[in-house]
């Protein structure tokens, strides 16, 4: 049973930084795209950052470009996605997704077979 355990979220002023993992319970060294969700209350859940875990290819939301870095420990098996000059509009559940099976890098968004359960960030001005 594949699942995805993310952790880090909490609460940070803007202009802080957060960390978040997401812990995977298979090896994540193969063709998989693996990414980084996020769903703020009434709107919809966008792409945020994707990862490529073979060929280590990434994609950004413009929104996050030069503030957030998505990363991979394949040894741990666990995706991070380091967050820095947080900004209120960055407040939303993330979540981490993985995509199976995937032999092209060129898609900026994973098209996820698995959901993580989510972890809140909250940024206050």
């Known amino acids: 049973q594949v699942q995805l355990v993310e952790s880090g979220g909490g609460s940070v002023q803007a202009g802080g930084s957060l960390r978040l993992s997401c812990t995977a319970s298979?090896?994540?060294?193969?063709?998989?795209?693996m990414g980084w969700f996020r769903q703020a209350p009434g709107k919809e859940r966008e792409g945020v950052a994707t990862?490529?875990?073979?060929?280590?290819?990434?994609y950004y939301t413009d929104s996050v470009k030069g503030r957030f870095t998505i990363s991979q420990d394949a040894a741990k098996s666990t995706l991070y996605l380091q967050m820095n000059s947080l900004e209120p509009e960055d407040t939303a559940m993330y979540y981490c997704?993985?995509?199976?099976?995937?032999?092209?890098?060129?898609?900026?968004?994973?098209?996820?077979?698995?959901w993580g359960q989510g972890t809140q960030v909250t940024v206050s001005s």
């Open positions: 990862i490529y875990t073979a060929g280590e290819t990434t």
């Open positions: 298979y090896d994540i060294r193969g063709n998989y795209c």
């Open positions: 997704a993985a995509e199976f099976g995937v032999w092209r890098q060129t898609q900026s968004s994973c098209s996820p077979d698995y």
